[in-house]
């Protein structure tokens, strides 16, 4: 800080500056009061003279490179309650809300009396009064007290200080303006802005201010505000409470409230903070202006009425809060829990019986209750008095009473006889400087003057504030007190909930504590069970955005909105989640299964497709009747193998092919039941080995049908040449490659057992080498497409049968069935992948054996006319 701020000199012109920007008023003060009265207008003079006359001080006639002396106030200067000793301590107290008239002449309306700040001011008087009276503490020394009104307004904080601190300096030097203040410290303020602004003009000259109620954060800094102390703890710890409150009760969607000035703003920032950083949201902020418009105190209303947070955390005072719950009062918005910061939690002001709908079951943090002995008996006996001084006594009075001098206190309902908030924190404030004072003026030193205090010594606001900081004692209540590094105190609270009692009013009940100096985990004290809830419920309130997602499910938060909005989604097969609110699913381990609920993992049951399941016995139905039809096709064939239709055909080739048939329908057995190492060794072998020995006969057998027809054209050998032999060898050169293939398939990557946990437990058969089974198959399918396209050339040969035509349909089906084999055979999952390669073979076999066989039988059995020579030649058309 510049040491120009230090001299007269530069003290007025810092303070000419302010208040020439701050407080511009008439020089006359009767004349600015009628002005004010008649027009509601303030009037500003041009010189400085004026201006300082307006603030009545005198002596000062110009700015100039020099002032002689300091100057002091006129009558005209606040009021105040004061009574004169030794040593004066200085108080501020906002007995009104705003500005009242003697204070500032533009103020045309004056604000009703705060008896609860004019029960603060009482216990400085009281405990000046009662440290007066004990021997032991500043034995020999007589306090005094200066208190004036600080409106909880920063301007006439400024101004009352301005008065306070230059009082009876009519003729000092020069260093002992402000530097040299006759009161060493101030006590002072409840609110945190006109705090900041009276403490950052008092540090520079390391003049003491001790709050009793200013809990912003914003005043630990102390390189800004170097002389600032506090009895009542940071609002730091406050909302670590409040946090701690809010998230053990399991509200994690919440609302707050606040103001524009600093207490507010600066707690809800760090309650947000706090608040985000444990998991919580916030649904919305409310601000409510200085001076609200109806507009905006319904627009707030209406936030609170249609959000889905039922919890609101409020930092304000009952003053800032009054226009708002009036509207919900009037609205009667009920069910929404209020969590109150210290400011307003204790304040009787919103007790009335028009509150108690909304307000019933608030919570909150409050400093700890102490009964102050005597000090109740104390404030039942002010009375009103003509004396000089007692203007704020008499303002009290008249507020109650109406200057009623015979009324009794007993008898009211005023927050001014309700001992149990911050008159501690004024009390201990004062005893603190006391102490203070007590080693100073070195009380203690053994044989000086016989005990007493030395109240000639000379000391300085610097001195004071030295001790002030290392003060450490036990009150009457065994509470240590004492300054951390912050000029602050421990931090304990008294948790306090609002409930009515038999008579239909509201108490402050005391339901837990909060001890920001303890381990983390015993820090919050709460007894639940003694809470009364909102509307005077007994269950704790629920406020959520979304609810819980049960056990089984997962939340999934929605986009664009906070954490605590989300949908709930089913976990998925193999995972699980067993508790309430899960953000994940957990995979179970390997082998186990999730449960139909999917909140516990069981030991996976061994799955595939056994004879046993509804398929498998479907299948093997469908096996054996494939089976038995090829035996009785067989049977056919053999009984009339000595009839047309049968040689025509080739009944060798016939034969090999319902063999071959009738090992595909047994093949697909080896794929049901628990696989094994042969199972899965055999069963794709079988498969592709049986197809390509029936694809070979089909081959076969449409060569023979086409070199048929052209063995009638003049000098075709093509029959002759491809006789039975060459049709044997065919048939034996196009399976051979297949057989090769599942040989070194089966010895270089054998399929084997596999358990696997992606399908709950199922048991397959696991292929190493993958691409031998596509090479199987499309194998199969090169054959397939060969016969179809060797077929479909002779579709149209004349012929009453053509079994070109019939070997078409067949391989038409076949590659139909293959074709839609393989999408359906790599998306299913578990066992079902067996049942669809199990139902293809069955397809195409039984394609097979109708297209091809059940026509010849059908002639054999029904139509034995046409099984002639003539029927099945050219000539029979003829």
């Known amino acids: 800080m510049d040491t120009a701020f230090y001299p007269c000199r530069g003290f007025y012109l810092l303070l000419w500056a302010l208040f020439n920007l701050l407080f511009p008023v008439f020089s006359d003060v009767k004349k600015r009061e009628a002005l004010s009265l008649e027009r509601g207008v303030v009037k500003e003079e041009d010189t400085l003279t004026e201006r300082l006359s307006g603030l009545g001080i005198e002596g000062v006639s110009g700015v100039g490179s020099t002032l002689p002396q300091c100057v002091k106030l006129t009558d005209s200067e606040p009021l105040a309650l004061q009574s004169e000793g030794d040593v004066v301590i200085g108080g501020l107290f906002p007995l009104h809300y705003v500005a009242p008239k003697d204070y500032i002449q533009f103020y045309l309306i004056l604000c009703s009396f705060d008896h609860r700040a004019f029960r603060w001011m009482m216990t400085m008087v009281f405990a000046v009064e009662e440290i007066n009276r004990n021997s032991s503490l500043l034995p020999g020394v007589k306090l005094g007290y200066r208190i004036m009104d600080s409106c909880d307004d920063v301007h006439t904080s400024l101004q009352a200080l301005l008065s306070l601190v230059n009082m009876n300096t009519q003729s000092q030097s020069l260093s002992s303006c402000l530097a040299d203040s006759p009161v060493p410290a101030v006590i002072g303020l409840a609110s945190s802005s006109p705090t900041r602004a009276v403490a950052q003009t008092l540090g520079p000259f390391n003049l003491p201010l001790v709050s009793y109620f200013a809990t912003c954060t914003c005043l630990s800094d102390k390189h800004m505000y170097p002389s600032f102390l506090r009895t009542v703890p940071s609002d730091f710890f406050q909302v670590r409470g409040l946090v701690q409150l809010v998230t053990f009760l399991g509200w994690l969607w919440v609302g707050t409230i606040g103001t524009t000035d600093d207490y507010s703003q600066y707690g809800i920032q760090a309650f947000s903070n706090q608040f985000r950083q444990q998991g919580g949201c916030l649904a919305f902020h409310l601000t409510i202006p200085t001076s609200p418009t109806s507009a905006e105190i319904q627009e707030m209303a209406d936030t609170l009425q249609s959000s889905t947070a039922r919890i609101v955390v409020v930092f304000a005072t009952e003053g800032q809060l009054l226009d708002l719950l009036l509207e919900l009062a009037q609205r009667n918005v009920t069910g929404i829990q209020w969590v109150a910061s210290e400011a307003w939690v204790t304040a009787s002001l919103l007790t009335s019986a028009r509150f108690h709908p909304v307000l019933e079951g608030t919570l909150g943090f409050s400093f700890p209750a102490v009964r102050i002995p005597g000090f109740k008996e104390f404030l039942l006996n002010v009375y009103p008095s003509p004396k000089p001084g007692m203007a704020f006594v008499n303002m009290f009075w008249e507020e109650l009473f109406e200057l009623d001098a015979f009324e009794d206190l007993r008898y009211t309902n005023s927050s001014f006889t309700d001992v149990s908030d911050v008159s501690y924190n004024v009390y201990k404030a004062v005893y603190a400087i006391a102490h203070a004072l007590h080693t100073l003026l070195n009380c203690d030193s053994a044989g000086h003057n016989k005990g007493m205090c030395d109240n000639h010594k000379s000391f300085t606001s610097r001195q004071l504030l030295h001790h002030l900081k290392i003060v450490n004692f036990t009150n009457q209540f065994e509470e240590k007190v004492y300054f951390d590094s912050n000029g602050e105190p421990v931090p304990l609270y008294d948790i306090i909930n609002w409930q009515k009692d038999s008579k239909g009013i509201i108490r402050f009940i005391k339901v837990g504590s909060y001890d920001g100096s ?65 953000t994940e699913c957990t995979k179970c381990p390997e082998y186990y299964w999730s449960d139909k609920d999917k909140v516990k993992c069981i030991a996976g049951i061994e799955e595939f497709l056994s004879f046993h399941d509804t398929m498998g016995i479907i299948l093997v139905t469908l096996t054996l009747l494939g089976v038995v039809m090829t035996t009785i096709v067989t049977a056919v064939f053999y009984r009339f193998r000595s009839t047309p239709i049968v040689k025509a055909n080739n009944s060798e080739i016939s034969f090999l092919l319902l063999l071959s048939l009738k090992l595909c329908f047994l093949c697909s057995l080896l794929f049901i039941g628990q696989p094994s190492v042969w199972t899965c060794r055999l069963r794709q072998a079988a498969f592709g080995i049986s197809f390509v020995l029936c694809l070979s006969c089909l081959l076969v057998k449409t060569i023979v049908v086409l070199l048929a027809f052209r063995a009638n054209a003049p000098g075709s050998r093509g029959l002759k040449l491809f006789g039975p ?63 179809l396209l060797l077929a479909f050339l002779g579709r149209k040969l004349p012929d009453t049968f053509n079994e070109a035509k019939l070997i078409t349909f067949s391989m038409l089906i076949f590659l139909a069935v293959w074709i839609s084999f393989i999408p359906a055979y790599v998306s299913s999952p578990g066992k079902f992948t067996v049942a669809v390669e199990v139902f293809a073979i069955l397809a195409s076999s039984f394609g097979l054996l109708l297209c091809i066989f ?25």
């Open 518 to 582: 303890a381990p983390l985990r015993r820090q919050l004290q709460i007894e639940q069970s003694t809470i009364v809830w909102t509307k005077g419920q007994s269950q704790v309130p629920v406020s959520q955005c979304s609810a819980p997602c049960s056990p089984g499910s997962r939340q999934a938060r929605r986009p664009g909105e906070p954490h605590c909005c989300f949908d709930c989604l089913p976990c998925a097969d193999g995972q699980i989640s067993n508790q309430t609110g899960s």
């Open 854 to 878: 059940v026509p010849k039988c059908y002639i054999i059995l029904l139509q034995p006319q046409r099984n002639i020579k003539k029927g099945i030649t050219r000539k029979y058309l003829t």
């Open 725 to 787: 032999s060459q049709q044997r060898i065919l048939i034996l050169c196009t399976t051979a490659p297949q057989v090769c293939l599942c040989a070194g398939w089966l010895l270089g990557a054998a399929p084997f057992p596999f358990k696997n946990p992606n399908y709950q437990i199922v048991v397959e058969c696991k292929e190493p080498w993958p691409p031998g089974f596509y090479l199987v198959l499309g194998y199969i399918g090169l054959l397939a497409f060969i016969c």
